[in-house]
């Protein structure tokens, strides 16, 4: 793939996740009955970056869980040779009955992840809501799923890739659009 354009710097990341974590203040009144659900895997070191930047502005930090959609996709990829699926664990800490959950993920393409996403938590219970937080939205929806809170709404082609890269997994924070080869 041959990368087209940067989208979002470091600096502007940072700046979209201010902005998100001060939307879900101002939509939520606050951080009472909230928690952050990333999925796994870019959405959760966002997550985690979206309550440090809450925990800054209220005072209160939200607990972080990790969800993984693996085996709730339902065009489930198998990874190694026995044909197993690679799963990687989901962590919520505690029921997420009657909680108000922020769903975040890097970026929102067909809505399938997050129908996937959605349905796993249903397996830990039932929140009073879900919200939708990504960093991008690049459009093409194939369900009617639609993001809360968006860092950046990036228009593309089919033919279009979005690359997110992340500190915490990629040692640099960059979002960019490659073209598929």
């Given at each position: ?158 033919d ?7 500190q915490?997994?990629d ?11």
């Amino acid at each position: 793939m041959e990368q087209k354009a940067i989208v979002l710097d470091d600096a502007a990341i940072r700046r979209a996740l201010t902005r998100i974590a001060h939307e879900i203040l101002e939509k939520n009144k606050g951080v009472e009955g909230l928690t952050l659900v990333g999925i796994k895997t870019r959405g959760v070191p966002l997550a985690k970056r979206l309550a440090e930047k809450i925990a800054q502005i209220e005072g209160v930090t939200l607990s972080v869980g990790e969800v993984d959609i693996t085996l709730y996709r339902d065009d489930l990829t198998k990874n190694n040779e026995n044909e197993e699926p690679e799963l990687k664990g989901t962590n919520l800490e505690g029921k997420l009955d009657n909680k108000k959950v922020i769903l975040v993920d890097d970026v929102l393409y067909t809505g399938r992840t997050v129908r996937a996403a959605m349905d796993a938590m249903m397996d830990h219970g039932r929140p009073s809501q879900i919200q939708l937080a990504v960093l991008v939205d690049r459009g093409h929806r194939e369900l009617p799923i639609r993001a809360d809170y968006v860092g950046k709404n990036v228009p593309t082609s089919q033919d279009e890739v979005i690359g997110v890269k992340l500190q915490e997994s990629d040692k640099q924070d960059e979002v960019s659009i490659y073209t598929k080869e």
